[in-house]
């Protein structure tokens, strides 16, 4: 049997459309995503030190003053060694126009009886940290006033009320990444084990008479079939899964990509994913008469749409299947698969991640059931 694979091994090596598009192709997407994404979201995620100006026009709500000096403190004036939310560039409304234009502001808060906020156009997470700070501050003093004045008795459990808010939400800290990109390298690697369905496509192939003439060698031959199938299949799981990590340890250990997992649940994943990937396409090729080319561009458009509606080209689109048909993204492999790392970015159980498995699991025994059913007891008038 050793032979049989090191020699199925050589056979679908020299195929290279297989290695461009196992090997090649995530890579250079990946290569892609890391440029066109890499440092977006350390961008975005960087909620400190948020550049403002702050005019004053009037006399300010009680306790805003203060507010903005808190958030405003240096590290020296801390003495806890952590960064202020805000840093307060200007207090002169020409000069913070003139920096708003040049980019180097994210908003300018007017304080007045009645705060105000000034975004620059196309303005992004960080204005919208600083809107929220105020929003929050103005519904704050608004309930206060409000409960000062009709029911001033209640002001003090008030703000005992609100000084414990803070109690009802739990800190936790893990190894997880919430970059909003990341999920782009999650359905590469997904995208590269369905993608494999062309090497299963090809073992399938090779074991059919009427559609190959390696298939018509094997179905003459004194080899027992079902050995022979099996070291294909093991031949094809192999290269796939050395093509998948591969892929993997380049993103991981040359782009510095944090997936927010260990890197053997990567590994795991990967050859989940090549098996799924390797059992559609046995299926496929066992399916019908249809030319290689056909079959090949069946099983390329297959993996690729529903890598699509996992949220590979659109980012948002595996939200969109989950709002209108949840049950979809259940059943979807590269959803499952992209699912796997989420659930372990979010859970700290591994309950949601096996269940992603054991449904993966299932979608190969009847892929291969399908394709075992497919071929078994065909007879030929001649070869």
Not at 119 to 126: C, E, L
Not at 165 to 189: R, W
Not at 242 to 257: D, M, N, P
Request: charge should be negative; glycine fraction near 8%; charged fraction near 20%.
């Amino acid at each position: 049997m050793f032979h049989c694979i090191k020699y199925e091994f050589l056979n679908l090596m020299r195929k290279k459309v297989v290695v461009f598009w196992l090997l090649g192709f995530p890579i250079i997407l990946g290569t892609l995503f890391y440029v066109a994404f890499g440092t977006l979201a350390d961008e975005e995620l960087d909620y400190k030190n948020i550049a403002v100006a702050v005019i004053e026009k009037g006399e300010a709500p009680e306790g805003f003053d203060v507010l903005i000096d808190t958030l405003s403190e240096t590290k020296a004036e801390t003495d806890e060694g952590e960064e202020p939310l805000f840093l307060i560039k200007t207090k002169d409304e020409a000069e913070a126009k003139e920096l708003m234009e040049r980019g180097e502001l994210e908003g300018i808060i007017y304080s007045d009886s009645e705060i105000s906020l000034e975004v620059p156009v196309g303005a992004g997470i960080r204005s919208g940290i600083v809107r929220s700070v105020l929003d929050s501050f103005k519904s704050r003093y608004d309930i206060i006033s409000s409960v000062a004045e009709n029911h001033p008795e209640k002001l003090p459990e008030l703000l005992e009320n609100i000084g414990a808010e803070a109690s009802f939400v739990n800190s936790s800290s893990n190894d997880a990444n919430f970059d909003p990109y990341v999920q782009y390298f999650y359905n590469l690697l997904a995208m590269a084990g369905l993608m494999g369905s062309m090497m299963g496509m090809y073992c399938s192939i090779n074991h059919q008479a009427n559609l190959s003439t390696l298939g018509a060698r094997v179905e003459v031959s004194p080899m027992s079939k079902t050995k022979d199938i099996i070291s294909s299949m093991i031949a094809t799981l192999l290269i796939h899964n050395i093509f998948t990590s591969i892929g993997a340890a380049y993103l991981v250990f040359v782009l510095r990509v944090e997936f927010g997992v260990p890197f053997w649940v990567i590994l795991f994943v990967n050859f989940l994913s090549t098996l799924i990937g390797d059992c559609l396409g046995c299926f496929a090729g066992s399916l019908s008469t249809m030319k290689e080319g056909v079959k090949n561009g069946i099983c390329l458009a297959f993996s690729l749409g529903l890598c699509f509606l996992s949220g590979l080209m659109v980012g948002g689109m595996r939200l969109i299947i989950e709002e209108t048909v949840p049950f979809f993204n259940r059943i979807n492999p590269a959803a499952l698969i992209v699912d796997c790392f989420y659930s372990l970015c979010v859970y700290d159980s591994y309950d949601k991640f096996w269940n992603n498995v054991i449904v993966l699991l299932i979608w190969c025994v009847l892929l291969l059931t399908g394709s075992f059913v497919a071929t078994r007891k065909r007879k030929y008038k001649s070869l």
